[in-house]
């Protein structure tokens, strides 16, 4: 259970890039960051406009000498201080990721990123290097991973109560965009613009959300091949896709699918992980997060409840408020940032492995997804083929 006591051994100085005022993110990050004071926010380059940015950061009541026009700004003014942040969020939209979370590992600063890492699997792979050679943790903020029972579906596919693992069905399908919103929508319209959003729209935005919750919850599972196809039903979309369908094939004979969407209409997020074994099969949908449906052949499906002492122990160490209360969004992101602290004291007191056996996404798992992404785009370009896995 938690009770609000940190186990790290002091807050580590923070700050932001992106995540300004009206940002869809920002709020998560530092309502995550900070809820169990493992994260101090020190400074920000909060907004693409330096004037808002430094507005927002002193309405936030950072010293608004620590709120800067942009990050290069940031980082150069931070490591020249004794009490300069130690790591930084990147909350902006994802043709920036890579340059500055490069610039912030160069500048000796553990990132918390977010999604898609980068663009490309050899710009991920550069990054894995230089955080690699300079020590430094890079999380990835898939936050659904947080959630208290994506942890008992993970033990009750090592504990074998499925059998061997056959199917994963994979879905990350909402409505929102069924229409052409971004019109309107800045946040949208970046999304479905190659120059902003990279490769893909959907695939990155919310495949790579599942795809990592199934890695988590059947770590074995490796992708020998895939097949996409993917469409764009609002046609101003293309070449990004507002739809996509992956067939995935894994070594040792499992198969996989993932239908992701932003033109499900009527559907509000659609987030569904199920795996299924020879025995039976788990099924977690994020928008009932504190349960997971359990359903044995021959036998009465079950519905797990977060919290409950029928769990294995690991699945209730992240409980902060006991069984029946509905816990969300905001603790499964917090759950992270806790192992993101506790990995990034592990790194500056020179000694990881004492948080090997800590489950939070990191830069393999950023570097996975972007190369996920990369093998969908080539498999649906060359008209929905087979591609090796490699
Ligand atoms: P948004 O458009 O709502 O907000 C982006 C913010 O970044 C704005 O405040 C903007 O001014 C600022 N910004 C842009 N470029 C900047 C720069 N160079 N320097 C400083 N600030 C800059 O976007 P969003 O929806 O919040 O998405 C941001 C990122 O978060 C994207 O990569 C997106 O994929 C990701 N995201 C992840 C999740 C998740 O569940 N992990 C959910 C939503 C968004």
């Not at 500055?100 to 710009?123: G, M, S, Y």
């Not at 579906?153 to 069905?169: E, F, K, M, P, Q």
């Not at 790194?347 to 570097?367: C, M, T, W």
Request: overall charge negative; hydrophobic content about 40%.
């Amino acid at each position: 259970m938690i009770d609000g006591i940190r186990l790290t051994k002091a807050p580590i100085r923070w700050g932001m890039v992106g995540g300004g005022r009206g940002s869809q993110i920002g709020y998560v990050h530092r309502s995550a960051a900070m809820r169990d004071g493992y994260f101090d926010l020190k400074a920000g380059a909060f907004d693409l406009d330096p004037d808002r940015g430094r507005a927002f950061g002193a309405d936030l009541g950072l010293d608004p000498d620590r709120c800067y026009p942009d990050y290069r700004a940031m980082f150069a003014a931070e490591s020249a201080r004794p009490d300069g942040i130690r790591c930084v969020t990147v909350a902006t939209p994802n043709n920036t990721h890579y340059p500055i979370t490069r610039a912030a590992l160069l500048a000796d600063l553990h990132v918390i990123c977010e999604k898609p890492l980068t663009f490309t699997t050899a710009e991920a792979l550069d990054l894995q290097a230089i955080a690699s050679e300079r020590g430094l943790v890079v999380g990835v903020t898939y936050g659904y991973s947080g959630h208290q029972m994506i942890e008992e579906a993970a033990r009750l596919v090592a504990n074998g109560t499925l059998g061997d693992i056959r199917i994963v069905t994979l879905q990350f399908a909402h409505g929102f965009h069924s229409a052409a919103v971004e019109g309107d929508n800045p946040a949208a319209r970046w999304r479905v613009d190659p120059a902003f959003a990279g490769p893909s729209y959907v695939l990155g935005d919310l495949a790579t959300h599942p795809l990592y919750i199934a890695q988590v919850i059947c770590p074995d599972l490796r992708i020998k091949r895939l097949l996409c196809t993917r469409q764009s039903f609002v046609a101003s979309r293309a070449p990004l896709e507002d739809n996509a369908t992956v067939l995935m094939e894994y070594h040792g004979g499992a198969v996989g699918t993932l239908w992701t969407s932003a033109v499900n209409a009527g559907s509000m997020h659609g987030q569904k992980v199920r795996v299924t074994g020879s025995r039976g099969s788990v099924e977690w949908w994020d928008e009932h997060p504190n349960q997971l449906r359990l359903e044995i052949q021959g036998e009465p499906a079950r519905v797990l409840d977060r919290g409950m002492a029928y769990l294995h122990p690991q699945s209730l160490t992240d409980d902060r408020i006991g069984a029946g209360h509905p816990e969300g969004l905001f603790e499964a992101w917090a759950n992270l940032h806790s192992r993101f602290a506790l990995a990034i004291e592990a790194h500056e007191e020179g000694d990881p492995s004492r948080v090997a056996h800590l489950r939070y996404p990191g830069i393999e798992a950023g570097v996975e997804g972007v190369r996920w992404v990369e093998h969908c785009v080539r498999s649906a370009d060359a008209g929905g083929v087979w591609v090796d896995y490699g």
